[in-house]
């Protein structure tokens, strides 16, 4: 089984302790010291962007295929700085589009969008789009995923229709449909 979206987040924004040797110098007394490090998120972005490393150029631009779980829900209330202006008991985020890329290296290989319209997934794949089930978006290995911030009295309620209510989606209806 991989590891899931929030696992990743929890790893990267967990405290890190940095030895005498990454060299940090005490801003008082000017010697080299121990130290902590950690990245937090101090306020929390309308649209949050995920971009998973999916390459390795050390292995010439390889795939990493490593499986990675991901909900259509996310709250990241955990992951925020302690001084953070955010006083909300919820943080919830809801995806609404993954990008993922076919192929095997980073130099050749397609990209294809899921985006979810009106309740409704559809796999955006050059000028074909089509409807998908919203088990398939999950069964993806996604490159980069896109969550939208609930606001306001339906920040702990079930996604509604359309999560993204601010941002212009496509007409499906404007772009051509595959049979």
Known sequence: ??????????????????DESVGYKCDKCKKVVTAQKQITIYEPPRILM???????MMRGGGKINKEI??????????YLSKNSPENSSYLNYDLYA????????????????????????????DEQVKPVPTSYVFEQPPYLLFYKKRVGEDEATPAK??????????????????K
Do not use: C, Q
């Not at 979206?5 to 929890?10: N, Q, V």
């Not at 779980?69 to 955990?78: G, L, S, T, Y």
């Not at 397609?110 to 985006?115: D, K």
């Open 1 to 18: 089984m991989g590891s899931s979206i929030e696992e990743a987040i929890h790893r990267y924004t967990s405290i890190e302790e940095m």
């Open 161 to 178: 229709k359309n999560p993204v209510k601010d941002i212009p989606t496509p007409k499906i209806s404007e772009v051509s449909k595959s």
């Open 98 to 125: 993954i990008i993922v890329h076919y192929g095997h290296v980073i130099f050749a290989g397609h990209y294809v969008a899921f985006i979810k319209v009106s309740g409704t997934w559809y796999l955006f794949d």
């Open 50 to 56: 995920i971009t998973l490393k999916r390459f390795d």
């Open 69 to 78: 779980i991901f909900h259509e829900r996310m709250n990241i209330k955990r």
